[in-house]
């Protein structure tokens, strides 16, 4: 039980000091190591990148919905003012001399 608890000890003590890969001889796989390191932390970031892109997508497709439910809105009311009715008893109810011309328009000829 000594030995363990001491083995364990030396361990940590290794890992405090950067003696533990040493202590281990992969010091000739340090290269590897390394390199799988990079690998790891680039596929982390990537990782994290395409979930920032995703939440902008998501983000995007909501704000896209609310602007065609509001295009829509826009064309139902555009199509309502379209008619001539409409229009005639707005200018009414603002109080416009406007009115529809009671004869044709005439050309001026030179």
Known sequence: MKKVLKAI?????A?????FLL????????VHI???FAIFW????????VQK???AVEKNKTVLNDLRIYH??????????GRLSTIEDL?????SLLAMPEKPAETIVK
């Open 15 to 19: 890992v405090l000091h950067g003696e």
């Open 9 to 13: 000890a030396n361990g940590f003590s």
């Open 72 to 81: 829509a809105q826009k064309t139902v009311e555009l199509v309502e003012m």
């Open 91 to 95: 200018l009414e109810k603002s109080g």
């Open 42 to 49: 680039l596929m982390i970031m990537m990782s994290l990148m």
């Open 34 to 36: 390394l390199y799988t």
């Open 23 to 30: 202590r281990l001889r992969v010091d000739k796989y340090f």
């Open 53 to 55: 892109t995703l939440v």
